[in-house]
């Protein structure tokens, strides 16, 4: 008996692993796509109920069809407001430093090694260095500052490497030629680069701070309130978020506060989403009208 | 502009400091053998005991659980999308999963306690209200976008002309990609499984909100468990004052959550430089 005579069944065999394998693998990933939905439409399912304009502009109570997300709302408009305020000039700023200025010294290692360790740190050990550092230590108290600052450090490496990226791919024929006509360093990079890289950078900043309105563990370390009836202010003043306003509700064991923080979860999903589209519309429009 | 950059060494050095100072503080009362070795964990009420492993073994839990989950999946999506899927599902699938990753973790823990729990219970009846495997589950699905995008962009770095020349040879569809393809991708395969345990440990909102708040060494997932990060979240709720022991051991356990996530990041990226396939 020869091999060549064995090999038709030992083909088919080796096709029927092959075929398996591509339907697995298919199957396992519109798994994703089906879990997504599952996701979404249970969550809608609970809360849109409790959906209505009543729910935006009440304070939470203790009463759940009294119970609304006003001051949380508020808080993640604020909070979300410095730590855009803190975080863009300075990501921006260092991503310039490192792409267009920075050479080859130890220093400048050591920045790029902070920077990459430091987007693996988890969210709730940036909850305890400002708890530590912005809390007690700055003593800025429980307020909007303290708790903009700790975000702005946690979604620094985020902007960095983002706009790092964006500044790369602007192509260095851009610069030779701004320098071949005079122009010094800085008015390259701020006429000519910058502009090309705004595109990538702004999708990499949007997509930044959505990630900040979600988080939750650093704002439960620096002691964002879980119940607040009135809204922030100014920087000084103590506040809740969105997340911690859903936190709270999930943690009650009553079933009316689960459905309320579904209602919560279905507004700050379309905020995230509305954001992501307004990232996405960046992106596509740049790619259309680029040279 | 230079300073912008500094800070990032200045937040680095911070939390070191900041992790160390109080942590040492807190083995002025506890010995630190009491902390690796005891098997009890009770920080807030009498008799108190500082044994960390309770808190381990239930992070412990909840990383393989979500590994089991998340990576079988994650790296099956990744090779669906880099050798089977055309354009357009490409186009479906990818911003899926972006959107499964930008998903904030608190809505996945509503999501595992409202939906997954529930679901369990009709499986394993004994299921309690809390516990790590639907906690597991959602850290899993967490996890799986992760897996799946970086794994994606490594079995893409790998030539064509390797593809190829496998078929040339009469191997199947299945036998370039986990002969050929994932073999020639592996240090990006290995480094995205240890970013994503990385960031398993890390997790916290979802086990905080399903996995309970019991810190003990079981097997057991159907039970409930707590994990460090649900700790750290569970003290900073009440009302500690700072300096007292109860508020150190959030640093204490932080120190020891931030060691392992560092640790598993460098490792990391360790695999990624020493062991990888250059093509040219």
């Known amino acids: 008996m020869s091999r060549l005579l064995a090999a038709p069944a030992n083909l088919r065999r080796r096709h029927r692993a092959a075929r398996a394998f591509r339907a697995i693998c298919t199957v396992l990933t519109w798994f994703c796509l089906v879990l997504l939905a599952v996701l979404l439409v249970h969550a809608t399912r609970e809360g849109l109920p409790w959906l209505d304009l009543q729910f935006l502009s009440e304070f939470p109570s203790r009463f759940p069809e009294r119970a609304g997300i006003k001051s949380a709302l508020y808080g993640t408009l604020w909070l979300i407001g410095f730590t855009a305020l803190f975080s863009i000039p300075i990501g921006v700023s260092a991503a310039i430093y490192l792409e267009e200025y920075a050479g080859r010294s130890r220093i400048n290692t050591a920045i790029e090694v902070s920077i990459a360790n430091l987007a693996g740190v988890p969210s709730i050990v940036y909850g305890i260095l400002g708890l530590a550092v912005f809390v007690r230590w700055m003593a800025l108290g429980r307020s909007v500052l303290a708790g903009a600052m700790t975000m702005s450090l946690l979604i620094l490496p985020v902007i960095i490497i983002a706009s790092r990226e964006a500044l790369r791919a602007v192509p260095n024929s851009i610069r030779y030629a701004a320098y071949a006509l005079g122009a010094t360093k800085w008015q390259t990079v701020r006429h000519h680069v910058l502009p090309s890289a705004l595109s990538g950078i702004l999708t990499g900043t949007i997509l930044a701070l959505s990630r900040a309105i979600g988080e939750t563990a650093p704002l439960i370390m620096i002691g964002a309130l879980t119940y607040v009836a009135f809204v922030p202010s100014g920087p000084m003043d103590q506040f809740t978020a969105l997340p911690i306003q859903i936190f709270n509700w999930v943690s009650r064991p009553q079933q009316d506060f689960h459905e309320l923080a579904a209602a919560g979860i279905v507004v700050l999903l379309v905020v995230l989403l509305l954001m992501n589209a307004v990232a996405v519309f960046i992106r596509h429009r740049s790619q259309r009208y680029r040279l | ?280």
């Open chain 2, 1 to 280: 502009m230079f300073l912008c950059a500094l800070l990032s060494i200045v937040v680095t050095i911070g939390i070191i400091v900041v992790l160390a100072f109080e942590a040492v503080a807190f083995f002025r009362h506890v010995s630190i053998v009491e902390f690796f070795t005891d098997t009890r964990w009770f920080p807030l009420l009498e008799p108190r005991h500082f044994g960390v492993l309770p808190l381990l073994a239930g992070t412990f839990t909840i990383v393989v659980g979500s590994a089991v989950i998340g990576i079988p999946v994650g790296v099956a999506s990744a090779i669906y999308l880099s050798e089977y899927a055309s354009a357009r599902a490409r186009g479906i699938v990818k911003p899926v999963l972006e959107i499964l990753a930008g998903i904030p973790t608190v809505v996945y823990g509503y999501f595992a306690l409202t939906f997954v729990t529930p679901l369990l219970k009709h499986v394993v009846p004994s299921t309690n209200i809390f516990n790590a495997a639907s906690a597991s589950i959602v850290v899993g699905i967490m996890i799986l976008p992760m897996v799946a995008s970086l794994c994606d962009d490594a079995l893409r770095a790998v030539p064509d002309s390797l593809r190829q020349g496998a078929y040339a040879l009469g191997a199947t569809p299945f036998e370039v990609a986990t002969r050929v393809v994932v073999p020639g991708a592996l240090s990006g395969i290995v480094a995205s499984f240890v970013l994503a345990l990385s960031r398993a440990v890390g997790e916290t909102m979802a086990v905080t909100i399903a996995a309970g708040a019991t810190p003990k060494l079981t097997l057991n997932p159907f039970e409930s468990i707590q994990t460090m990060t649900a700790y750290i979240v569970q003290v900073s709720l009440g009302d500690t004052p700072a300096g007292s022991t109860e508020y150190q051991t959030i640093f204490a356990v932080g120190a020891l959550l931030f060691c392992i996530t560092l640790a598993a990041n460098l490792a990391a990226n360790r695999i990624l430089r020493r062991f990888r396939e250059v093509y040219e």
